[in-house]
């Protein structure tokens, strides 16, 4: 049995491979060939994380546990849709990725050039098929680290067997139960690590929200390949409710790792560690089944609580699914057309995305203070500040556009002190629009250090943006000058043609209601 499907990946991408593949021995495999993947034995041998990354014996699980049948009529599906889609004439890697999916997160492992082009071809044969999607934003990651194995063939129909299934096994295929699934992490942490739950809220008190919002991305995002295949094992059998045991084995490593950092952003951290695990994967594996009574009831349970319910309440505009752009209203006063605050929108956290923009301050009717900018902007959290410089080097005499997305608020960050997090980012919005995202989501095989994972920095003086080597943005107190340059925490180039601007406008964007 071949171990990868080597027409998809780039074989000089893969992590270390074992010589050692007695983690199954043949008479394993005799099982797996002939029983129930639900009996208790068979449950035991995949929960033990044995199987070393190249094991010849995965792509024959894997279809086992999706019930990948050569004969299944979504073979036929696949392969009829997919030539329709391509009989346009429009080349594969010109297809549109469906709005269903979070593009900031599409971890395409060691897949090759082909093989990422086949998963663009995928999730929009899935978008077609499969109208009431309207989130699954881990679905292209299940479906890449699938193609390492199996035929793009096999890949969907084990897909569709996955959205098929009435009991959302695997899958949450709308926004709200996907934001169920993410926030019911809470709850379970609550209820079986009550010391992780005061970890966090210690150590992340101003957000927690935000620290609850990234756990899955520990997963898809950050977790080394060897690790997320030992972990779709599990998941393909059990369901969803093993990446919650995933996430809270890493986050108990993380404390026996590092204690109890001071001062210190723990997501930055966090990142930083999931990303450089080097335990072996089966000592992984036995810590997240060393979690006791998590059983898929219970987490039902978590799902189903009011704790949850109310979290979800808030009257919100869902995307518009059709189009592919936010439903967004414009905003009276502010230096963003429509289309500028669309492609604005698409960058920022997707749950955000479900809230209105909101015209916080503006220099052009709040004066150029500060202060001002800071009293108007109060508790709210996130922010956008936005600038529409005046550009001496422009021929056309055009203004330019550029800004930084904020996490946190300014409120009790005065003091000079770096704050912020990961969710980062400064963009430009000028002919060619640019997102600079923290590098530690950006570039997957950085290093983290304190350089380059400095986010905000205020005081009287000014507003900072990135550091290390160099500063984002600044905006200094009087709120008509600034600078943009190069720096660690974004690795951008500077956001207008002036690295030493004058300000023609000033604002600054909220995303939630009021905090009184």
Not at 193 to 222: G, K, T
Not at 265 to 281: A, C, R
Not at 471 to 496: A, K, M, Q, V, Y
Request: hydrophobic share 35%; glycine share 6%; aromatic share 10%.
């Amino acid at each position: 049995m071949a171990a990868y499907n080597h027409q998809f990946i780039e074989l000089s991408r893969l992590p270390p491979t074992s010589d050692n593949l007695e983690g199954t021995t043949s008479g394993d495999i005799q099982i797996f060939q002939t029983a129930n993947p639900k009996f208790k034995l068979v449950k035991k041998l995949i929960r033990n994380g044995l199987w070393p990354i190249n094991h010849p014996i995965r792509a024959e699980l894997w279809r086992k546990l999706t019930n990948c049948d050569k004969e299944s009529p979504h073979r036929l599906i696949y392969t009829d849709t997919r030539a329709q889609l391509l009989s346009s004439g429009i080349s594969a890697d010109e297809i549109a990725l469906p709005a269903f999916i979070a593009e900031e997160h599409i971890n395409t492992y060691s897949l090759n050039a082909s093989g990422i082009i086949e998963i663009r071809i995928l999730m929009r044969i899935c978008q077609h098929i499969y109208p009431d999607i309207t989130y699954c934003p881990m679905l292209p990651a299940i479906a890449s680290c699938l193609l390492h194995y199996l035929s793009a063939e096999d890949v969907y129909t084990s897909l569709a067997n996955m959205i098929e299934d009435k009991t959302c096994k695997h899958l949450q295929l709308t926004l709200r139960g996907y934001e169920a699934f993410r926030v019911a992490f809470f709850d379970v942490i609550k209820k079986h690590d009550e010391s992780s739950r005061n970890f966090i809220l210690r150590q992340h008190r101003d957000d927690v929200d935000s620290f609850y919002s990234d756990w899955i991305w520990w997963l898809f995002d950050y977790l080394p390949l060897r690790y997320v295949v030992c972990m779709m094992d599990s998941f393909l059998n059990e369901g969803a409710k093993i990446l919650y045991r995933v996430a809270m084995a890493l986050l108990a490593l993380y404390k026996k790792s590092y204690g109890v950092p001071k001062n210190v952003d723990i997501l930055p951290s966090i990142v930083h560690f999931v990303s450089n695990l080097s335990i072996p994967e089966h000592k992984l594996m036995r810590k997240c089944f060393g979690i006791k009574f998590l059983s898929r009831a219970e987490i039902k349970k978590c799902n189903e609580s009011s704790s949850v319910r109310s979290r979800l309440s808030t009257s919100v505009r869902l995307n518009d699914i059709s189009s592919g752009s936010p439903m967004l209203e414009s905003i009276d006063g502010s230096i963003l057309n429509r289309e500028q605050l669309v492609i604005l929108w698409r960058w920022i956290p997707h749950r955000f995305q479900l809230y209105q923009p909101r015209l916080i301050f503006t220099t052009g009717e709040h004066g150029t203070s500060l202060q001002t900018l800071y009293n108007r902007c109060g508790l709210n959290q996130p922010l956008i500040l936005i600038i529409q410089s005046v550009s001496s080097t422009k021929e056309d005499g055009k203004r330019e556009i550029f800004g930084a997305y904020i996490s946190h608020t300014f409120n009790n960050h005065l003091n000079g002190s770096y704050f912020g997090s990961g969710e980062c980012f400064i963009f430009k919005l000028d002919e060619e629009p640019q997102c600079f995202m923290w590098i530690g989501k950006s570039e997957k095989d950085c290093v983290l250090n304190a350089g380059n994972s400095l986010f905000i920095r205020c005081d009287s003086s000014n507003i900072c943006i990135g550091g290390g080597d160099g500063n984002g943005l600044i905006i200094r107190s009087n709120l008509d000058s600034g600078s943009t340059n190069h720096c660690d925490t974004f690795n951008n180039i500077p956001l207008c043609s002036n690295v030493d601007f004058r300000c023609h406008v000033v604002e600054v964007l909220g995303i939630e209601e009021d905090i009184e």
